[in-house]
């Protein structure tokens, strides 16, 4: 069955950096575009960035374009989120979601809390 399972996150400053990562089994990783998510406390689930199947296509969101880095190794079924210049509000739940054949995200993994404070 498909698994996703999320690490890397923590606490940084403002500032600061992270690495998260998202191991994938289950199913042919390669084949599939990957995606980030995250829930902020309180707040509604936000996509966060995108990267195509061969990893030659990527895409962010607006909020965190030029800061957030995706990337995957399809050799090791993973897929990575670097993200530098971390503000407060960039603290939320990060999930990693499985892109499906039909488009939207079909595959979750339970998410790695970043927390972004002083």
């Known amino acids: 069955q498909v698994q996703l399972v999320e690490s890397g996150g923590g606490l940084a400053q403002p500032g600061g950096s992270l690495r998260l990562s998202c191991a994938a089994s289950?199913?042919?990783?390669?084949?599939?575009?990957m995606s980030w998510a995250r829930q902020a406390p309180g707040k509604g689930l936000e996509w966060v960035s995108v990267?195509?199947?061969?990893?030659?296509?990527?895409y962010y969101a607006d909020s965190v374009k030029g800061r957030f880095t995706i990337s995957r190794d399809n050799a090791k079924n993973t897929v990575y989120l670097q993200m530098n210049s971390l503000k407060p509000e960039d603290t939320a739940l990060y999930y990693c979601?499985?892109?499906?054949?039909?488009?939207?995200?079909?595959?979750w993994g339970k998410g790695t809390l970043v927390t972004v404070s002083s």
């Open positions: 979601a499985k892109d499906g054949d039909s488009g939207g995200m079909d595959y």
């Open positions: 289950g199913f042919t990783f390669s084949s599939y575009a």
């Open positions: 990267i195509y199947s061969d990893g030659t296509d990527t």
